[in-house]
């Protein structure tokens, strides 16, 4: 006799369609979470005004406006991001004018956090981007040709030579705005090394003087100029490429910290920075909500790299960054999630 029915018969129809449902409603479970707590009127940030800063360079909108939308989910009213130089960042976070920048990288920005009250008027917690790269960098053909791997090589006049732009025989380097924490870095190196007398430090508005930098560069000429990761001249004038790093020799005091060597056995003169939200530490003990959320979130570099590249190529704008951020946040709704879960949890 046969059965209709085999021995080892699957889960009826029903059955299965029930377990299937089951299993998405757990996976969706932590956003509705979320999304309910976040859409409570008794959010911790109700009432409360953030404002955040960033810098003067246009590439720091991404960061600064990603720690904005989950502040904004948390019920905090944000407002417009204002741009300062970095020093004056400090200042104004220190002194309450200011609720956070998430710009402040260390240690190159030590003497900023020192000068302003340090552990006193700051809160810093957690690592919002690691293991920034910054240095000093020539055109890849003339490191080649005149065998040029160190910054010292440059006391010698005639290298020295080859990256003078204005005709006063000296090596002109596109260097850093003033007020930016490289500024006192690079002034320390060329002190430090007797490279004043060889390298002019070229200062201004970086955006315009790295522009010039290209053209030159475009134009078969040497370039000499500084620049850090994660930033868009990366991926124009890639190192190991058309550009390659000079080693610079330890120079006390130029970070806060005497040995610069990377991990990779490299000395180019800064070690491994690491991006931090900086805030208020007032502000930041009576909002625990948001104390945490700084603590826990984090942007991979490359993520900031390839959003920067975008700008680079014409979606520059506010909006456009404000688009950038809500497509980073969907591509990546578990971790905000997450990220407001625990802060949410800190408000209790």
Request: glycine share 8%.
């Amino acid at each position: 006799m046969h059965s209709n029915t085999p021995a080892h018969s699957p889960l009826p129809p029903l059955q299965h369609q029930y377990r299937c449902l089951a299993a998405i409603a757990l996976l969706s479970f932590g956003a509705a979470a979320v999304q309910a707590q976040t859409n409570s009127r008794e959010l911790p940030g109700k009432g409360v005004s953030v404002q955040p800063l960033k810098g003067t360079v246009d590439e720091e909108m991404f960061q600064t406006l990603l720690v904005a939308r989950a502040l904004e989910k948390l019920g905090y009213r944000v407002q417009p991001v204002k741009s300062l130089e970095n020093g004056t960042q400090h200042v104004a976070v220190a002194q309450g004018d200011a609720t956070f920048t998430a710009t402040h990288w260390m240690p190159l920005h030590r003497a900023f956090y020192e000068n302003n009250g340090a552990d006193k008027a700051f809160y810093r917690a957690g690592t919002y981007s690691r293991n920034a790269v910054q240095g000093y960098l020539i055109d890849k053909a003339t490191a080649e040709k005149y065998q040029i791997t160190s910054i010292t090589q440059l006391k010698d006049p005639k290298l020295a030579a080859l990256f003078d732009t204005d005709g006063d025989g000296k090596a002109d380097l596109t260097g850093c705005n003033p007020g930016w924490g490289c500024e006192l870095a690079i002034n320390k190196h060329l002190k430090g090394l007797d490279l004043e007398s060889s390298i002019t430090h070229r200062q201004g508005n970086y955006q315009a003087l790295i522009a010039d930098t290209i053209t030159r560069y475009k134009s078969g000429k040497p370039i000499l100029y500084y620049v850090w990761t994660p930033f868009w001249v990366n991926t124009v004038l890639r190192p190991g490429k058309e550009v390659s790093w000079l080693e610079v020799p330890n120079v006390p005091g130029a970070q806060g910290e005497d040995q610069t060597q990377l991990p990779n056995g490299k000395n180019y003169g800064f070690k491994l920075n690491q991006q931090y939200i900086l805030a208020n530490k007032a502000w930041a003990e009576k909002n625990p909500a948001a104390a945490k959320l700084f603590a826990v979130m984090q942007l991979p570099i490359e993520d900031i790299n390839a959003q920067n590249m975008r700008m680079r190529q014409g979606e520059s704008s506010e909006a456009d960054v404000g688009r950038h951020v809500d497509g980073w946040i969907k591509a990546h709704q578990q971790i905000f999630d997450g990220w407001l879960e625990q802060a949410l949890a800190a408000a209790k």
